[in-house]
């Protein structure tokens, strides 16, 4: 199956008072590459996080993205420092009667006093805790990652397979046509030489026209690019079959695929299959694009 290099996936979940989320973003790249970003707390678990991205990546650039946030509780939660209040209080009430004042003591006022309110501590949490919870929800963003890629891959797949078939058919095209190059020069060589010879007293070196004839035909011989491109083709075609990462491979036998091309273009002495040279290495340039963009 076909995958393309390109996707996103993106999975949260709760582990206690905290919510941990993962986002996977993956664009094109020559090799496995995979990024890990995690909060500076929970570096201890970068290695596990990579090691399980890679068991879906073969090929590309993946950027994770780690979250791991207190989620906020519904209800207030905060607690009161008795100890605290009650010398605040027994101070006050001293400086009241030192100084003679007549201050009002209102629980407002102590509230604002420094240690008397303070938020309900969470429960301190090891990084290394997270890491079975973390890697299940990695697990799923990679699964959702994966299948984006493996449905832009069928779609890449679909299209590159339709013009691989026209090259098939173009190229059974050039097969036909190559042994009639041949005949369709010696009939203008000969009539050239017919037309040349007429009211001059010279005879045609019959011998001579045909060692021009072999030589023209060995020039212009397109048999084995022919036998290369239908071979190139076949392996191109039993590749994309395959469920392993094909798209350097692909590459590769693109650029065979249009050398061949290119030399048959060359070669035959024949406007028709020239054109259907030309119309294969259009195809392959096409092609190109969509296979830079394969695993």
Not at 55 to 77: L, M, N, P, Q
Request: charge should be negative.
């Amino acid at each position: 199956m076909v995958r393309s290099m390109t996707g996103y996936g993106r999975k949260e979940t709760m582990y206690g008072a905290f919510r941990l989320s993962v986002e996977m973003r993956a664009v094109n790249h020559r090799f496995a590459e995979i990024i890990v970003r995690l909060p500076k707390a929970y570096g201890v678990l970068e290695e596990p996080v990579r090691k399980l991205v890679a068991e879906y990546i073969r090929r590309g650039r993946v950027e994770v993205t780690v979250s791991i946030d207190e989620a906020a509780s519904g209800e207030a939660e905060f607690q009161i420092n008795w100890n605290a209040a009650e010398q605040y209080v027994r101070a006050l009430r001293e400086m009241n009667d030192r100084f003679s004042l007549d201050a009002p003591l209102a629980a407002k006022d102590l509230l604002l006093l420094p240690t008397v309110l303070s938020g309900k501590e969470t429960e301190a949490v090891k990084p290394e805790e997270f890491c079975e919870p973390l890697l299940e929800v990695t697990r799923e963003a990679a699964e959702d990652l994966l299948s984006m890629r493996q449905k832009e891959g069928q779609k890449l797949e679909e299209d590159i397979s339709r013009r691989l078939g026209d090259i098939v058919s173009w190229t059974r095209e050039i097969a036909q046509s190559a042994p009639v190059v041949v005949e369709e020069y010696r009939a203008r060589l000969n009539q050239r030489v017919s037309e040349w010879i007429q009211g001059t007293p010279f005879e045609a070196d019959m011998q001579r026209l045909a060692q021009e004839v072999v030589f023209f035909a060995d020039r212009s011989d397109i048999s084995e690019e022919i036998t290369r491109l239908e071979s190139h083709c076949a392996q191109f075609s039993g590749l994309l079959a395959q469920s392993d990462a094909i798209g350097r491979k692909l590459d590769f036998l693109l650029q065979e695929m249009n050398r061949e091309a290119n030399t048959i273009a060359a070669k035959a002495n024949n406007l028709s299959i020239q054109r259907s040279a030309i119309e294969i290495k259009t195809e392959l340039e096409k092609m190109k694009e969509q296979i830079q963009n394969i695993e």
